[in-house]
């Protein structure tokens, strides 16, 4: 007798002895199939389960609700095209937002119920408000591109001004580097930083056999942008002057890569033991390279092809802090002289 196994169909016996079954596969709800294998009612079923024709994942919120719209969210091509970096920021904004508002109609959100959400995080968390902002202005797109409502009750609430971030002057680096000389771990991280012009996330991913190679690639967590990277001499002493451990180049005791949160405390300790400012901080050494890339002449194309960034506007931000007097003689100098003017178009 032939027998055969059809995938994702989980089979075992209930408290009562009855013998059940199920389809069971990562990210879908588990559908009971009914009768015998292979028996008409059974395949139906199945192949209903193996083209996502299931019964709907139903949200603990009830129909209607923010709870609700959030669940058909996370199963849309919106949510999946995310990249993993927001899609963990979307759960993390929308954990307490749900604890608080999961149950309120998505109908029923007015404009003034909007601005009291994020108004009662802005008290507190002014930046942490703005994200929520964000992500729930993006919620509601999607709410209003799906028909569950007419128009969007957080377009064009007004952010909270925050603060930016420093960039680390040249005196300051200059006081770290005396600090931590090459061959020290700090130094390290402080070099990795300053010298590939990354975000802390994308830092921590990189690896030593990449920069055996001269140049750095990588894929960066919070866009998805594929750079290539020269590793810039300097760079390449730093990584030599510490002792191999493991493929990553901030690897921890055990050659494994670090954490985010680790990286920005290893800046800010060493940067406190240095007797710097607590402004500096590591993301303040990003947009130190790209004021130092700027005020040495690269374009914003070619600094835009060291950072990742898609649009020159926020090359210009993170570059507002170039050396605005440097900048403004090199380009007086590019103007030709009266006299040179003349002999150039003789009359």
Not at 66 to 81: E, K, Q, V
Not at 92 to 117: C, D, F, N, T
Not at 318 to 327: F, K, P, R, V, W
């Amino acid at each position: 007798m032939t027998t055969f196994k059809l995938q994702y169909v989980h089979e075992f016996r209930d408290r009562h002895g009855k013998l059940r079954r199920y389809f069971r596969r990562a990210g879908c709800k588990p559908v009971p199939l009914p009768g015998r294998p292979g028996s008409i009612e059974f395949m139906s079923a199945y192949n209903a389960a193996m083209d996502g024709e299931g019964p709907p994942v139903q949200s603990r919120y009830g129909s209607g609700t923010l709870g609700a719209l959030w669940t058909d969210f996370c199963r849309s091509t919106a949510s999946i095209n995310l990249s993993t970096s927001s899609k963990n920021t979307y759960r993390l904004i929308m954990g307490p937002v749900l604890s608080a508002h999961g149950h309120r109609p998505v109908s029923g959100m007015k404009r003034e119920h909007a601005r009291a959400i994020i108004e009662a995080i802005g008290i507190a968390a002014p930046a942490q408000a703005n994200l929520t902002l964000k992500v729930l202005h993006r919620l509601m797109e999607f709410a209003v591109e799906n028909g569950w409502r007419g128009e969007n009750p957080f377009h064009k609430l007004t952010k909270y001004k925050l603060g930016k971030h420093h960039s680390w002057a040249d005196n300051e680096l200059a006081i770290f580097e005396n600090r931590w000389p090459l061959g020290s771990r700090e130094r390290l991280a402080y070099d990795l930083l300053l010298y590939t012009a990354q975000r802390v996330s994308d830092v921590i991913a990189l690896r030593r056999s990449d920069a055996i190679t001269g140049q750095f690639s990588l894929i960066q967590m919070k866009t998805g942008t594929s750079l290539i990277i020269p590793v810039h001499p300097d760079l390449q002493r730093s990584i030599h002057a510490v002792p191999k451990k493991g493929d990553f180049l901030l690897g921890d005791a055990w050659g494994r890569p670090i954490q985010r949160q680790s990286l920005t405390r290893i800046i800010r300790v060493a940067a406190k033991e240095a007797g710097l400012p607590s402004k500096c901080v590591a993301h303040g050494l990003r947009k130190a390279a790209l004021r130092r890339l700027a005020e040495n002449g690269a374009s914003d194309k070619e600094i835009a092809a060291i950072s990742g960034h898609r649009s020159m506007g926020e090359v210009q931000r993170y570059t507002e802090a170039a050396d605005q007097s440097g900048l403004a003689k090199r380009a007086m100098k590019r103007l030709p002289m009266n006299g040179e003017q003349k002999l150039a178009n003789p009359p």
